[in-house]
């Protein structure tokens, strides 16, 4: 599938941070941005997005399968990519659309590799053959100044929480490290958007750090006056650029 890596495929945007990051809030703005302007836009998640994913999905998270190993749950999340990749980011790419996902690849480095201490380099084979050729156009990895546990606080809203929530705030710290580790690595593909004091400042970063790929102006984002100071940015309108 190295093909659908031509001139002529959709854009791959995925979302990484931390759990209680606000990674779906910040998709689902975008998303209707991007419909807005007239894009095809595909809204995934990891792991899910088919009916083979969101069974081991099931599997995977359920608190209920705590005796699971390291390795076992690599696996899973990597068949449950492979699934993905070939059912419905492939395709979607190939005829144009935009896809955006909330994690991928980035998330099993650093929750299986640094939080679970599988090896970094199985992993990182691991993710090439699940992933088949596809790689990210550009990752937003949000940042915020608080400690893991305040994040799992937030992801959880007062329930239980699933198994890698229940996986303990030194595991969760251990994922945060990764996320800085990996957004140094790779500064052309991933860009950090520190979490703000409100969703729209939050918003207007985001946007911006995906500016180039839809062709606006970074400094100059094609929506009215008001667009992003909306409470759910949904009565705002995109702006045609001007020929």
Known sequence: MDAIQGASRGVFVTFEGGDGAGKTTHINFLSDALRDAGHEVVRLREPGGTTV???????????????????????????????????????????????????????????????????????????????????????????????????????????????????????????????????????????????QPTKAETARLVFGAVADLFGWDGDDLPFTDGYFEGANLVHGKVRQQEE
Do not use: K
């Open 53 to 195: 994913g969101e069974l081991l999905r099931d599997v995977v998270l359920n608190p209920e399968h705590d005796a699971m190993s390291p390795e076992a749950e690599l696996l899973i999340y990597e068949a449950a990519r492979a699934q993905l990749v070939f059912v419905v980011i492939a395709p979607a790419l190939l005829r144009g659309a935009v896809v955006l996902c909330d994690r991928f690849y980035d998330s099993t480095v650093a929750y299986q590799a640094y939080g679970r201490g599988v090896s970094r380099e199985f992993v990182r084979q691991a993710n090439m053959f699940a992933c088949q050729g596809i790689r990210p156009d550009r990752t937003i990895l949000i940042e915020t100044d608080a400690p893991a546990s305040v994040g799992l606080e937030r992801a959880m809203h007062g329930r239980d929480g699933d198994r890698m929530e229940r996986a303990g705030e030194h595991f969760h710290e251990r994922v945060n490290r990764a996320y800085r580790d990996i957004a140094a690595a790779s500064p052309d593909r991933v860009r950090v958007v520190v979490s």
